[in-house]
């Protein structure tokens, strides 16, 4: 399971042009899911995602997590993150979960992620979706379980 995260002043999720999500100060997480991934690894990356120090403290320094500022956080489902791109010209999805697995763990996510106490914004698996984003920083992390 991998997830993208971007440190956000702003991030809006938009559906046929349709704003579904938006958020201010946090983090916008891209969720790629790997086949064999399952609800622990889900948990473990939730649990690094909250408390992984991505932002300034009152010296400048990257110490504080996203629980520590009581942010925002804005998921969206993303499969193309688990894409196999050391060959060729052509990206292979080979190492991604199928979609109803894939669905399930998303949501599964968004769930947990929602027992946070944090306020959760999320896009819709399989969806095209229009994102956008004030990235601050930039600063932008992969994270991986």
Do not use: H, W
């Not at 579904?20 to 622990?40: N, P, Q, R, Y």
């Not at 991604?96 to 944090?118: M, T, V, W």
């Amino acid at each position: 399971m991998k997830a993208l995260i971007q440190r956000v002043t702003s991030a809006s999720v938009q559906i046929n042009g349709e704003t579904v999500g938006s958020i201010d100060k946090g983090l916008l997480l891209f969720l790629g899911v790997e086949k064999g991934d399952d609800s622990a690894c889900a948990l473990k990356l939730l649990d690094k995602v909250l408390r992984y120090r991505v932002f300034s403290d009152e010296s400048g320094k990257m110490n504080l997590s996203l629980k520590d500022i009581s942010g925002e956080l804005l998921i969206i489902s993303q499969f193309t993150l688990v894409a196999d791109t050391r060959k060729g010209l052509r990206p292979s999805f080979s190492k991604a979960g199928s979609p109803d697995e894939s669905r399930a763990l998303y949501e599964y996510f968004i769930q947990e992620a929602g027992k946070s106490g944090l306020r959760i914004q999320a896009g819709q698996f399989g969806a095209d979706m229009n994102v956008g984003l004030q990235n601050d920083g930039p600063v932008t992390f992969m994270l991986e379980v």
